[in-house]
C-alpha cells in the first residue's frame, strides 16, 4: 500500500513539475529536454523504491 502512495504522490508532484516547466519561457528543445529528465527522474525514484535498481 505505501508503494501505491509514493507512486500517486510521485505522480502529482511530476505533473506540477511538468506544469511548471511547460509555463516557463524556455526555448523549445530545452523544455523538452527538462519534461524528459523530470519523468526518468520520476522512473527512477519509483523504481528504487520498488526495489527494481
Avoid: T
Avoid at 510521485?10 to 511538468?18: M, T, W
Avoid at 523549445?28 to 526495489?51: D, E, H, T
Amino acid at each position: 500500500m505505501s508503494i501505491l502512495i509514493l507512486i500517486l504522490v510521485v505522480v502529482i508532484l511530476l505533473a506540477l513539475a511538468l506544469y511548471a516547466v511547460q509555463k516557463m519561457p524556455i526555448p523549445s528543445p530545452f523544455n523538452w529536454i527538462i519534461q524528459v529528465v523530470l519523468v526518468v527522474i520520476a522512473i527512477l525514484v519509483i523504481g528504487q523504491r520498488a526495489g527494481l535498481f
